[in-house]
């Protein structure tokens, strides 16, 4: 049998080729590797809210609470009073991102309304957390709600020095305005309107965040409408407690004070319930 003839200069070409092929793919791996420890850790998402689900609203507010806000409730038939505390649930498409209840009572001088709303919320942004997105939510209510601007003290201008050692009070102060003559006339400062500790403002403790609103508005011919709302943020939960009181006939309008502080008490209430 004929042997194939033994060519060595194509045995070591093919071996040539072989390792240059080799070389070019571990230059190939090592410019990807060089790309990825450049581009450096991914940012890690924001933290979710501190709240996952919400409480049943309706069972959230006491038989007694529910007496002192709606007294009209107590002059109505056993099933109709019943009625009037067991409220009415809306109706919300995610019992976890929305829930609320209504109650109402009604008495031959006024008529009481309470409305419960609690909302989660939820960021959708993954840099931006739930509180943070929370808390834009709370700005929009309170900017909606009209609240007078906090004031803000104006500060002295700093007294001018003429050139010195500086930190060595070289300097020479400059002189001071010369005073009015005794005797002299001034100027009133105008005052605003007496405040009464009544008007809508932002609340401290309670919640992380709070304001309350109020408005008195015409309820008909006769009546007068009054409007209490306490909003209050804890993390990612935004509670609305709106109780409302409408007159009719010749009697007084609704008492800002005691719609005020029913109002704040039962918020308080439903942030301890928060706290649990």
Same mark, same amino acid.
């Not at 609320?100 to 939820?122: F, M, Q, Y």
């Not at 003559?181 to 309107?193: D, E, K």
């Given at each position: 049998?004929? %042997?194939?003839?033994?060519?060595?200069?194509?045995?070591?070409?093919?071996?040539?080729?072989?390792?240059?092929?080799?070389?070019?793919?571990?230059?190939?791996?090592?410019?990807?590797?060089?790309?990825?420890?450049?581009?450096?850790?991914?940012?890690?998402?924001?933290?979710?809210? %501190?709240?996952?689900?919400?409480?049943?609203?309706?069972?959230?507010?006491?038989?007694?609470?529910?007496?002192?806000?709606?007294?009209?409730?107590?002059?109505?038939?056993?099933? *109709?009073?019943?009625?009037?505390?067991? +409220?009415?649930?809306?109706?919300?498409?995610?019992?976890?991102?929305?829930?609320?209840?209504?109650?109402?009572?009604?008495?031959? #001088?006024?008529?009481?309304?309470?409305?419960? #709303?609690?909302? %989660?919320?939820?960021?959708?942004?993954?840099? $931006?957390?739930?509180?943070?997105?929370?808390?834009?939510?709370?700005?929009?209510?309170?900017?909606?709600? #009209?609240?007078?601007?906090?004031?803000?003290?104006?500060?002295?201008?700093?007294?001018?020095?003429?050139?010195?050692?500086?930190?060595?009070?070289?300097?020479? =102060?400059?002189?001071?305005?010369?005073?009015?003559? =005794?005797?002299?006339?001034?100027?009133?400062?105008?005052? +605003?309107?007496?405040?009464?500790?009544?008007?809508?403002?932002?609340?401290? +403790?309670?919640?992380?965040?709070?304001?309350?609103?109020?408005?008195?508005?015409?309820? +008909?011919?006769?009546?007068?409408?009054?409007?209490?709302?306490?909003?209050?943020? =804890?993390?990612?939960?935004? $509670?609305?407690?709106?109780?409302? *009181?409408?007159?009719?006939?010749?009697?007084?309008?609704?008492?800002?004070?005691?719609?005020? *502080?029913?109002?704040?008490?039962?918020? %308080?209430?439903?942030?301890?319930?928060?706290? *649990?």
């Amino acid at each position: 049998m004929q %042997r194939q003839a033994y060519v060595p200069g194509l045995t070591a070409l093919a071996a040539a080729l072989a390792l240059g092929l080799t070389g070019c793919s571990s230059g190939a791996g090592a410019g990807v590797d060089a790309v990825d420890s450049k581009a450096g850790p991914a940012s890690d998402p924001a933290p979710p809210g %501190r709240y996952r689900t919400l409480f049943e609203p309706c069972g959230s507010v006491p038989q007694a609470t529910l007496k002192g806000l709606l007294p009209g409730a107590a002059q109505l038939p056993d099933e *109709e009073r019943e009625q009037a505390y067991r +409220g009415t649930a809306v109706v919300t498409y995610d019992t976890d991102r929305r829930v609320g209840c209504n109650w109402k009572a009604d008495t031959a #001088d006024a008529s009481h309304r309470l409305r419960l #709303d609690i909302e %989660r919320v939820v960021s959708y942004d993954p840099a $931006v957390s739930d509180d943070d997105r929370a808390q834009e939510v709370f700005s929009g209510k309170q900017v909606a709600a #009209d609240l007078p601007a906090p004031q803000q003290t104006p500060q002295s201008p700093p007294a001018t020095q003429t050139p010195g050692t500086p930190g060595t009070g070289t300097g020479t =102060t400059a002189p001071a305005s010369p005073a009015a003559p =005794t005797g002299s006339a001034t100027t009133p400062i105008p005052t +605003g309107p007496a405040t009464t500790g009544l008007e809508p403002r932002v609340l401290d +403790g309670l919640g992380q965040v709070a304001f309350l609103d109020d408005v008195l508005s015409s309820g +008909g011919p006769d009546g007068r409408h009054r409007t209490v709302s306490v909003v209050f943020r =804890t993390s990612n939960v935004i $509670v609305t407690v709106e109780y409302v *009181e409408q007159t009719s006939g010749s009697a007084e309008p609704p008492d800002s004070r005691e719609l005020q *502080e029913k109002a704040r008490n039962l918020a %308080r209430l439903l942030a301890e319930r928060l706290e *649990e």
